[in-house]
């Protein structure tokens, strides 16, 4: 059985982290790892599917966007 991680909008310590694109768009929706064809990514998605990508970098695996989002090691992207 394989066991799966469900996304979270909150960080290694218990915070919550709004998308700054999202915000600037005039949204808030809190961060959470999405997935697309490309990778992983941090990024922040609404009622109707993905709404921003906020990372620039993609990552090949959860556990390593969770590690690049937890140690602050990712670059927001500045444009939609």
Known sequence: MTQVEIP???QA????QFGALAR?????????ILQ???GFYLGTY????????????????REK????WDSGRWTQRTYL
Do not use: I, L
Not at 24 to 32: H, K, L, Q
Not at 46 to 61: A, H, K, L
Not at 65 to 68: E, G, S
């Open 46 to 61: 609404s009622d109707s599917g993905p709404f921003t990508r906020e990372s620039m970098q993609y990552w090949p695996t």
């Open 24 to 32: 600037a768009s005039g949204r808030e929706y809190p961060m959470e």
């Open 13 to 16: 310590d218990g915070t919550v």
């Open 65 to 68: 966007a969770k590690k690049a």
């Open 8 to 10: 979270s909008a909150a």
């Open 36 to 38: 697309s064809a490309a």
